[in-house]
């Protein structure tokens, strides 16, 4: 596959990140060769604000997760608050008996 045919694959940028000129991309996941694959902003909260980069991320991991319910209720009329029951149960499950390893290295660009 040509690069230029992968970027119909890439998820569309929110107008609010287009119009604010100081939005910063904090995540990216992809599957791909049947893994998960992850591009993080890490220290920005931390080396910026003095705000723990664990408080920081665990408040937009559960920001994404309300996102993730909305967005499920919207398009298949589940239940927003019981979607984001199963999505916290999965999360600490997964979390507590990973089904697989979190593996890979982290490149510093910047």
């Known amino acids: 596959m040509k690069s230029e045919e992968k970027i119909f694959k ?4 929110p107008e609010p990140a287009i119009r604010d000129e100081d939005a910063v991309e904090m995540l990216r996941v992809w599957i ?3 893994k998960l694959h992850c591009s993080m902003k ?16 665990g408040t937009i991991l559960a920001d994404a997760a309300r996102h993730l319910a909305n ?10 608050a019981e979607s984001l ?13 990973p ?12």
């Open 85 to 97: 029951r199963t999505i916290r149960d999965v999360f600490i499950n997964e979390l507590e008996d």
């Open 42 to 57: 890490i220290g920005m909260h931390q080396e910026s604000m003095n705000i723990p980069e664990e408080k920081a991320w």
């Open 99 to 110: 089904s697989s390893d979190a593996e890979g290295d982290f490149v510093k660009k910047h």
């Open 10 to 13: 890439q998820l569309p940028i």
């Open 32 to 34: 791909a060769e049947r």
């Open 71 to 80: 967005a499920m209720e919207s398009r298949y009329s589940t239940d927003a």
